[in-house]
């Protein structure tokens, strides 16, 4: 096989390599109300490292912005980031604030590259779409950090009933990446009110909104603001309780003061430590090459996380809160569920069935799943969405 680099010295060749051996997810069942259901099983998959000196990673040369610290890594061979990309399209959505100026790094003043600068007039969004057009629209919303790459195995199961689209947020996977202060400061407002901007430039319809994670905070608030908009809110794993409103180690690294910035642009510890260290998940070899990419190929995936990391240290007590208030409102009306994986290492489940049991919302429990619960089980996750979405349309 070949291997081709670019940066000799890139030093985090032989920390990829030493790390990475992997399996598929763990089998999984889940649990309404806490009576089992059914359950699945995967097969096993063992995925052995190159015995090569250098560890093959997928990333075209050309989008290099020069601030990576590889410049870029790629092989003759097709990328499985390459074929994710064939499946999606860029949406543009949210108009770019800012003065215009052009965005320079913020360790050394140097001028970005072009992945880093703000769009001309509106956000590009990366996002994969299954399913028909006049299908009811079902909108997949990763958590912090992930990509829409994370619902792969869930978009053909609801593609079946159901127009189903997950896109990356602005920040993360292929979607634009602004420095922060240059058009997208990444502030929780911003993020709400450029969803708000996504899913009007998708649909006109009402839609169902599925989000796992941390990023819930922003959805529920989204929702409190145009109920008019959506049908059914899933919520996978959110921050529910107040010993969930602090973000574990894994991230809050990112958002210290020059070790963040550091940090945010090493591929292990932005993509591969944040999916693996949070539940049961092990990546695949492949996968791991499609989230790694944004953070070989150019630094703005890292600034970016860097500037996310941030603002959600410093604003997460508070959405997490206003979240539980909204949800806890006897005048709420959108029909909610909230599924679990049990085997989360960031966010314990103590608390979660009083709250669900006091607040009148539905609760799926997924015995072995994590934080991650679309990785750990997405075949299954897209059965149980279905279910869901089409029992309330019963009443």
Request: aromatic share 12%.
């Amino acid at each position: 096989m070949a291997v081709h680099i670019q940066n000799p010295n890139f030093f985090y060749t032989h920390h990829l390599r030493s790390r990475l051996t992997s399996s598929s997810a763990s089998p999984s069942s889940y649990l309404f109300s806490r009576h089992s259901a059914s359950k699945y099983h995967h097969n096993s998959f063992i995925c052995k490292s190159n015995d090569k000196d250098d560890y093959l990673i997928d990333a075209p040369v050309s989008v290099g912005d020069g601030f990576s610290f590889s410049g870029g890594k790629y092989s003759d061979q097709p990328s499985p980031s390459d074929e994710w990309l064939k499946q999606g399209k860029w949406v543009k959505a949210h108009r770019v604030g800012g003065s215009g100026v052009e965005a320079k790094d913020p360790i050394f003043g140097l001028t970005m590259g072009a992945s880093s600068q703000a769009s001309k007039d509106l956000f590009r969004w990366f996002c994969v779409e299954s399913g028909s057009v006049d299908s009811p629209p079902v909108i997949l919303i990763h958590g912090f950090p992930s990509q829409a790459y994370s619902y792969r195995k869930t978009l053909p199961v609801l593609s079946k009933n159901y127009r189903a689209i997950a896109f990356d947020w602005l920040g993360f996977g292929f979607s634009d990446k602004p420095q922060s202060g240059y058009g997208f400061n990444y502030t929780m407002d911003e993020f709400v009110s450029s969803l708000e901007s996504f899913i009007d430039e998708v649909t006109t319809s009402k839609v169902s909104l599925v989000v796992q994670g941390y990023f819930s905070t922003a959805v529920v608030k989204y929702a409190r603001n145009r109920p008019d908009k959506i049908k059914n809110l899933i919520l996978l794993n959110p921050p529910l309780t107040p010993e969930h409103a602090k973000l574990p180690s894994t991230l809050s690294v990112f958002s210290n003061f020059l070790l963040g910035e550091i940090f945010s642009q090493d591929p292990l510890r932005a993509s591969d430590k944040p999916l693996t260290s949070c539940g049961p998940y092990k990546m695949k070899e492949d996968d791991a090459m499609v989230y790694r990419r944004p953070y070989l190929t150019s630094g703005s995936s890292g600034f970016a996380l860097n500037a996310i990391s941030r603002s959600m240290k410093k604003e997460l007590k508070k959405y997490a809160e206003e979240m539980r208030t909204s949800l806890m409102d006897k005048s709420w009306k959108i029909p909610i569920t909230v599924c679990w994986g049990k085997r989360d290492r960031w966010l314990s489940y103590e608390g979660v069935e009083e709250f669900c049991k006091s607040s009148g919302h539905n609760l799926v429990e997924l015995p072995n799943a994590g934080h991650h619960v679309q990785e750990d089980c997405g075949e299954e996750l897209g059965g149980i969405i279905s279910r869901i979405i089409s029992k309330s349309a019963l009443f």
